[in-house]
């Protein structure tokens, strides 16, 4: 056998070479019956479950359930009757909570059983725009965004709904100050909820052991939209439509640590505290770009669909998940109009780090 040595210089810049390796788009595969919207991991059965309302004007909703391997649709869970759109897991629990907009309320799936098992609602409000759902599994909470009017219209409350997992009850809700409340990510540790104004353009934060607003920070951007935490770096990274960018901030006092450019229509953003990659999904720009958590410097922005939506990372394989929805019909378009085919829409893309 004929052996070939390398001088330690050249294995030095392999071995570099392939740490530096850019991230990549590994697959994507349609998902039935479409009109996708949020996906989750489920660390219980390495599968994905994907909120799928089906096209407009169509009644068929599924929460859409995906080997996390190889992406075989598997059997999923029927929701026609309410579809859900945010989705939230406590995989301790094996419970799902998924927003469902048209009706207010916050269903609640058994995925041990496939049955949604109960509905959470507001007595006091039945047309509450449900947002985000947010878990934590230690204290088996969920934390679910309204999205209100402006700040201070007390017509439309911007606030966070409290819903005890071990009863499914709303236990209690929270007034928030900010405009257009969307986006929320939770610090277990601190037992704090982080929430952005999209209207107000800034980042609330709320001490949960007192429901107080403990802070608000301007995020420098337009339409901050979701927000993720980074625990050991006391990082808030924010996605912003309204700029196309992600805002970097100091959890403690707000400062702004950075600004990245990532493209038109910054609406999701998740972080991978394993591989110190931030990740944005770019509605308006087709495109997720990866940045370098260390340096900020962008690693790749990478084309993985029509409108890319909402994202979810496999902990254990650092594998990336990204929903993309289709163009679909417009609002005022007739009855029986066709949905125009898009194959790059309704799909879940897959990008390895």
């Known amino acids: 056998m004929n052996r070939i040595f390398l001088p330690a210089a050249a294995t ?3 071995v570099a070479s392939a740490a530096q390796a850019e991230p990549t788009v590994e697959r994507s595969v349609k998902v039935a019956p479409g009109g996708v919207y949020e996906i989750v991991f489920n660390p219980a059965d390495n599968d994905i479950y994907v909120a799928a309302v089906g096209p407009r004007g169509e009644t068929a909703a599924r929460v859409a359930r995906l080997d996390g391997a190889t992406l075989a649709a598997e059997e999923g869970v029927d929701v ?3 579809p859900l759109y945010g989705l939230g897991l406590n995989s301790r629990t094996q419970m799902l909570y998924g927003t469902a907009t048209r009706s207010g309320s916050v269903g609640v799936v058994n995925l041990a059983t496939g049955q949604v098992v109960a509905h959470v609602k507001d007595g006091d409000n039945d047309s509450a725009h449900v947002r985000e759902a947010v878990v934590d599994e230690q204290r088996n909470k969920i934390y679910v965004t309204i999205v209100g009017g402006e700040a201070g219209d ?3 409350q911007n606030e966070v709904w409290v819903i005890d997992g071990a009863t499914n ?3 209690r809700k929270i007034a928030v100050p900010v405009g257009g409340l969307t986006g929320a990510a939770l610090d277990t540790a601190g037992n704090r909820l982080f929430v952005t104004g999209m209207s107000s353009n800034d980042v609330a934060v709320i001490d949960l052991s007192t429901d107080q607003v403990t802070g608000r920070f301007p995020t420098g951007s337009e339409r901050p939209t979701n927000v993720a935490y980074d625990a ?3 990082r808030l990274f924010v996605a912003s439509q309204g700029s196309g960018d992600l805002t970097v901030l100091n959890a403690a006092d707000g400062a702004v640590v950075q600004k990245v450019p990532t493209g038109e229509g910054a609406l999701s953003v998740a972080f991978n505290p394993a591989v110190n990659q931030v990740y944005v999904a770019n509605r308006q720009a087709g495109t997720v770009t990866v940045v370098d958590g260390a340096d900020y410097a962008v690693l790749a922005n990478l084309q ?3 409108f890319p939506q909402t994202i979810a990372i496999d902990r254990a394989t650092n594998r990336v998940y990204v929903t993309n929805k289709a163009r679909g019909l417009p609002r005022n378009a007739p009855a029986g109009t066709p949905t125009p085919e898009d194959p790059a829409g309704d799909t879940v893309t897959v990008i390895l780090p």
């Open 12 to 14: 030095l810049m392999l």
């Open 80 to 82: 026609s009757d309410d």
């Open 304 to 306: 993985t669909g029509t």
């Open 154 to 156: 007390t017509s439309r």
């Open 232 to 234: 050991e770096g006391g």
């Open 169 to 171: 009850i709303l236990e």
